[in-house]
C-alpha cells in the first residue's frame, strides 16, 4: 500500500512539513504581537502539509480536492497533438550541470568580481554545455561580456562588486 | 542604493486625509495625465517606449520566455532612470507580449507565451489552410481593440476605484488579501491543498525580516542579509527567472521554430481584420472576460485565454468548427489575452495586489524607483498611473500594427538557439538583482529561490500563490493588527463592518467553488435526464 506514493513528491511534502514546524517552533520564541500572524499561517501550513503527505501516500485522496475549474475537457478534443514545446522528461545530468553552474557563477562573482566571474561562467556555459567551437564560445562570451559593460558601466555608471580576492567587503 | 523592501499600503493608512482628495480629484487626474503625455513628447522616454515593445514583442515571440522574463531583463536597464519613462518601459513590454505571442502560435502552433495557448488551435489550422495572413490580421485586431477596450474600462473605473480605495481601511484590506489569496489557490489548477501550501510558504517568507508591526526581526537567523527581510526583486527573479531557465534548459530541443516563409499581402491581412467587425459581439464579450478576470488578484491571462475560448465556443453557432480555424476562436483568444492587462492594472496600481503575475514584477519595478502601489500611489503619483496607462495603450498599437508587418521575419527569433539565451538570460537576472538591492549576497537568494521554485512547480505546488503569498504577506499582518488596534482587540472588527463582511463571504464561496461547481453539474444533469 505504501509503496504507491512518488519518492520524490513525498520527500519534497516532509520537507515542506520540516520546514513550518522549524518555522513554527522559531516564531514561539518572539513576542505575542510579532509572532501571532506567522504562528497562524504555520498551523495552517502544518494542518495543510499533512493532508498532502496523506495525499501523497494515497493518491485516491488527493482526487477529492484535485480541482481544475476553468474545465479544458471540451478544449481537449480541439487542441490536436501534444504540445511541441512541453518539457521533455527530466534530464538528471543536466539539471545538476545547470544548478552547479549557476551556484558557481555566484561564488565566482563573490570571490573575483562580477567581471571576470561573468566572462569565466559564460565561457564553461557556451563550451561544456552548449559544446561550441573555441571560436564561437570566445566571440559570444566577450560579446556578452561587452555588451554589459558598455551598458552597466560604461552608460549607467553603475561600479559592480570587485569581489573578495581584489579586496571588496562583504556583510553576511 | 538602499534596499528596496515590500511595503504595504497599510503603512499609511495613518496619512490618510479623505476628504481633501475628492475635492480636486478630477482636476489631480487631468493634471496628471497632462504631465506623463508631456513626458512622451520627449525623444528619450518615445525611445524607451519603443524599446519597451520591442522587448516585449521579441520574449513574446521566443517561446520559453514571456513578460515575466521580459520585465526582469528589463529591471537593471532602468536603474537611474526617472520613474516615468521606466514606467512607459514597462507598459511597452506588458502591452506588446500577448500579440508577439500570438505569432508563433498562428504559424508555427508553437505558443509563444501561456496566454497563446487557444490561439494554436484555431491560428495555425488557419495557417495550414493558406489564410496565415488572415489569421494574423483577426490576431492583431483583437489583440489591439481588446488591449484599448480594456484599457477604456480602467480609465473609466480609476476614479469610481480610487474613491473605493480611500474609504478601504485595514478590516477591508485584510479580507480584501484573504480573497486574493484564496481567488489564487482556486485559478491555480491541480490540487487545492497544494496551492493552499504555496501561499502558506508566500506569507511565511514575506514575515522574514523586521516587523512592521512590532519592529523585531524575524527568522533573519541572525545575518544582515535578511535584517530588512527578503526584496522582492531576487525573490521574483528567482521564481520567474532562474526558474525559468532550469526549465529551459532540460527542454531539450536546441531551435525551437522552423524555417518560414509566408508572403502576406496587405490586402489578406486587412480581410482578415475586418472579420473582427464581423463578430464584434464575441470580441466585445471576450475582452470583458479577460478584463474582468484580469481584475481578480493573482488570476492572470491564462485563465482568461481558456474561459473566453470556452464560452466562445458554447455559445457559438459553429462549434464544430472551432479546433479547425474558427474566426471566433482566436478573436476570442486574442482579446481576452490582451484585455487581461488593463483589469490587471487596476487591482495592481489601485490595491497593491497584482493582478497577474507580470504585475507582481511591476510592484518590484515600482519600489526599485521609490514607488508604493496601493492608495498612495494613484493619491500621490498619477503621473505614474498615466504613464502606465498611456504607455499600455501606445504598445497595444505599436505591436498589432508594426508587428503584423514583420511578423513573417520577426517569426525567425524562434529559431535563436535556447542555449545562447540561457546563460545571457542568466546573467541578466544576476544584474538585475544585484542593482536593484546593491548588494552581491542577494543572488544568493535569488539563486536559492530559483532552484526552489523548480522543485516546488515539479512536485505540482503553485508558483503564482507563492508569489502572491509573498507580495500580500506584509498587507495582511499590518492590515490585520491595525484592525485589531481599531476594534481593541475585537475580532468582530472583520465581520461587522459591510464591505468586509462582503469581501469574507466572497472568499468562503471562492473556495468552495471547486465543490459547489460539480455539484450544481450533477444536480443540472439529473434535472436533464429527468
Known sequence: MIKCYK????????????????IGLMSLGYDSKTRSVPLLVVMGGIILSLFDLVGEIFPRFTLRVEQNLVSTEGIKSVSGTKNDTEVKKDNRSTLIFIILWLVIYFFLIL????????????????????????????????????FLYVCFDVLLKFSFFQGILFGAVVVI | MPYKVWQSPVNYFSNYTLGTQYICAEKLMFHALVIALAQLVQPEVFFFLILGCLIGFTFGIMPG???????????????????????????????????????PAILMRIPGTAVNICTTFDGYPMTQSGKAPQALGISAMSSMFGGLLSILVLIALLPVVRAVVLAFSPPEFFMLVIWGLCACVIASKGNMVKGLISACIGLIFSFVGLSNVSGVTRYSFGTMLLWQGIPIVPFVVGIFGIGQIIKLSLQGSTQIGEKLVINSRIRDVL???KELFKNKVCFVRSAL?????????????????????LIAMQISKRPQKFGHGAVEGLIASEAANNAKDGGALLTTLSFGIPGSVEMAILLGALTLHGLSPGPLLIRDNLDVVWALIIGLIFSTIFASSVGLVLASRMAAIT?????????????????????????????????????????MEKFGFSLV???????????????????????????????????????????????SLPFLVPLVKRLVRRQVVK
Open chain 1, 7 to 22: 519518492r520524490g513528491g513525498f520527500l519534497f511534502s516532509v520537507l515542506i512539513l520540516a520546514f513550518f514546524i522549524s
Open chain 2, 465 to 511: 500563490t507563492l508569489v502572491m503569498g509573498f507580495v500580500l504577506g506584509g498587507l495582511l499582518e499590518t492590515s490585520f493588527h491595525a484592525s485589531l488596534q481599531m476594534s481593541f482587540g475585537s475580532y468582530a472588527v472583520f465581520f461587522n463592518r459591510p464591505i468586509s463582511l462582503a469581501l469574507f463571504c466572497i472568499s468562503m464561496l471562492t473556495l
Open chain 2, 289 to 309: 472576460i479577460g478584463t474582468l478576470i484580469g481584475i481578480i488578484p493573482g488570476v492572470g491571462g491564462v485563465t482568461a485565454n481558456f474561459v473566453s475560448y
Open chain 2, 415 to 455: 529559431r535563436i538557439d535556447i542555449k545562447i539565451v540561457i546563460p545571457i538570460v542568466a546573467v541578466l537576472c544576476f544584474v538585475g538583482v544585484i542593482i536593484a538591492t546593491d548588494d552581491v549576497l542577494t543572488v544568493f537568494l535569488c539563486l536559492f529561490f530559483g532552484i526552489f521554485s523548480y522543485f
Open chain 2, 65 to 103: 520566455l514571456g513578460g515575466v522574463q521580459g520585465l526582469i531583463i528589463a529591471l537593471p536597464f532602468t536603474f537611474g532612470m526617472n520613474s516615468l519613462p521606466a514606467m512607459f518601459l514597462y507598459a511597452g513590454i506588458i502591452g506588446a507580449v500577448p500579440f508577439g505571442g500570438s505569432i
Open chain 2, 271 to 273: 480581410e482578415g481584420g
Open chain 1, 111 to 146: 570571490l573575483v568580481g562580477f567581471h571576470i566571474g561573468t566572462v569565466i561562467s559564460l565561457f564553461i556555459f557556451f563550451k561544456f554545455f552548449s559544446k561550441y567551437g573555441w571560436l564561437k564560445t570566445i566571440i559570444l562570451t566577450i560579446g556578452t561580456w561587452l
